[in-house]
């Protein structure tokens, strides 16, 4: 599941939404990005899409991608599986798991997404305040629930149009609780074998000085040497743990620094300079193969703020 597209509109309740609009020349690809404040204190972003052609390239998300697919038959890469999900299924990419997606057939597919992290999940299975439970985890990422997907559908809805925010939350907790309690695995990912957590040591400490180094980053050969690994098993163990090689997961850290600079209203030109692409061509590249959306279309969904409700 992925994000985004380019243009710009503004919602019926503008202190509530900002979003981004975008088709391609022929209207193959039509997207809807919405941000909504006050839900649980933090914004929530959600996505509608009609997608054609595009495929998107491996990314990950900081937060779990909660989607229903409505219309057509989409295919993803997915912890080394291609999978595929047809109208009604509901789709679950955990945070940090590297994924694609894209249409499986020529008449492409349509979803709607939303983007909870960590502790929205956690808050919405959560009777008494106190510590949000551990990361709940979903063994199979496509789930037939038909009367989840119509749930998921109608939640989407109601937070989209912000007409009725109490029933826009409501709805929306209510679907998260009901995915964790009917299709959460009962415990925490299994615990990799040694020659997994050694891979993820190695990755982890490629993707740190990726990210130390991010203007400008080692070379592919430096790495390897300081790991004393020669450049094909550097390769090998990051694409392993991390789903993408080092330039790619660099590219894409990239777009989620940049998104963050656009978030507190730079200009996309400052935030390509700053997070170390070449220049705004570049950073728009790979912000529509990461996130589907340009970063100066991003930046008008969200630069006027949005007014937040009290956290409930």
């Known amino acids: 599941m992925t994000r985004i597209a380019g243009g710009s509109g503004t919602s019926s309740r503008p202190d509530r939404h900002r979003r981004a609009r975008s088709g391609d020349a022929a209207g193959v690809d039509r997207t809807l990005w919405t941000r909504v404040g006050g839900i649980q204190g933090a914004p929530l972003d959600l996505l509608t899409a009609r997608i054609g052609r595009r495929h998107y390239a491996p990314h990950t998300h900081d937060e779990y991608a909660i989607g229903v697919t409505v219309d057509g038959l989409e295919t993803m890469l997915y912890r080394g599986e291609r999978i595929y999900s047809a109208a009604g299924s509901v789709v679950v990419v955990e945070l940090g798991e590297a994924h694609t997606g894209g249409p499986a057939r020529p008449e492409g597919f349509a979803y709607l997404c939303l983007y909870p992290g960590a502790e929205l999940l956690g808050a919405a299975t959560t009777a008494e305040p106190g510590p949000v439970p551990v990361e709940p985890h979903f063994a199979d990422p496509i789930i037939d629930d038909p009367r989840l997907g119509e749930a998921l559908r109608l939640a989407h809805r109601a937070l989209r149009l912000g007409e009725d925010p109490l029933e826009g939350e409501s709805r929306l907790l209510g679907v998260l609780g009901a995915l964790v309690q009917r299709h959460a695995a009962s415990g925490p990912k299994a615990v990799p074998g040694h020659r997994r957590a050694e891979a993820g040591r190695i990755a982890r400490k490629v993707a740190t000085r ?14 390897a040497a300081d790991l004393e690994l020669s450049r094909y098993q ?13 330039y790619a997961w660099l590219a894409q850290h990239r777009v989620a620094r940049a998104r963050a600079l656009l978030d507190v209203g730079l200009r996309p030109a400052e935030a390509a300079t700053l997070v170390g692409f070449a220049d705004q061509a570049h950073l728009t590249r790979w912000f529509r193969r990461v996130l589907g959306v340009t970063p100066g279309a991003y930046r008008n969904s969200v630069q006027d703020g949005m007014t937040r409700r009290p956290a409930s």
């Open 210 to 223: 990726l990210s130390d180094e991010l203007v400008a980053p080692p070379t592919l050969a430096e790495v």
């Open 234 to 246: 550097l390769l090998r163990v990051f694409r392993d743990a991390m789903g993408m090689p080092p």
